[in-house]
């Protein structure tokens, strides 16, 4: 059964810092980008990170770039989120995600075909 | 990253069919057969039902279907039943840019 489990959320004070896990099983976890989106209470879906399979290459939308670092263990199967400098515009449910694509691959996005259930954040004074 | 264009709401009496649009540019939607859509109740794990703009995953309904025409890629659903409610997002890879972008989202209510 292919299974993602995010964990680590909470009520986090403004410039906080809060670590996301997220929990693999069932698949070669290796194989596969893994990307965080998120969604802002009353907003729509957003993209914020992913990393390749192997770790290198990441990327982050401008709204964390520079305060949100993704990484990977493959060894245990996770994904994690370490989150800084944390804003009352950071307060979300966030979601990990894997890529469908394997590889070879010739582009990041192939479409995300297995979330987990979500981890809320939320940043307060 | 420049989101997707979709409408704010869509709605359709049961056993009908509705469809959703999604624009993109000439970098994405236009060039690309990669546009996927998700369906998201709240409350739940978004679920991807179209992928390479017009596949439907193992499980999903065949009353879910994609197309494409331009820069325009959608979502029909047909035989609109009341759990079809839900937000229904698209998204795209886009050469122009090393991340995505979700669409800006269509709520989808049944009369």
């Known amino acids: 059964q292919v299974h993602l489990v995010e964990s680590g959320g909470g009520l986090i004070v403004t410039g906080g810092s809060l670590r996301l896990s997220c929990a693999a099983s069932?698949?070669?976890?290796?194989?596969?980008?893994m990307s965080w989106v998120r969604q802002a209470p009353g907003k729509g879906l957003e993209w914020i990170s992913y990393?390749?399979?192997?770790?290198?290459?990441?990327y982050y939308s401008d709204s964390v770039k520079g305060r949100f670092s993704i990484s990977r263990d493959n060894a245990k199967g996770s994904v994690y989120l370490e989150m800084k400098n944390l804003r009352a515009d950071d307060t979300a449910v966030y979601y990990c995600?894997?890529?469908?694509?394997?590889?070879?691959?010739?582009?990041?996005?192939?479409?995300?075909?297995?979330w987990g259930q979500g981890t809320t954040v939320t940043v307060s004074s | 990253q420049s989101a997707l264009t979709q409408p704010a709401s869509v709605s359709g009496s049961p056993g009908h069919s509705i469809t959703i649009s999604c624009t993109g540019t000439s970098s994405d939607v236009d060039n690309y057969d990669l546009v996927s859509w998700y369906q998201h109740r709240p409350g739940t794990a978004p679920k991807l039902v179209i992928y390479?703009?017009?596949k439907r995953p193992s499980g999903v309904s065949d009353r879910f279907s994609g197309s494409k025409s331009g820069n325009t890629a959608s979502l029909t659903i047909s035989e609109l039943q009341a759990e079809d409610e839900a937000d229904y997002y698209c998204c795209s890879y886009a050469s122009r840019t090393t991340l995505g972008a979700f669409g800006t989202g269509t709520r989808v209510t049944v009369l």
């Open positions: 995600a894997r890529d469908r694509g394997r590889p070879p691959r010739n582009y990041y996005y192939y479409g995300m075909d297995v």
């Open positions: 390479d703009g017009a």
């Open positions: 069932g698949f070669t976890f290796r194989d596969y980008y």
């Open positions: 990393i390749s399979g192997g770790g290198s290459p990441t």
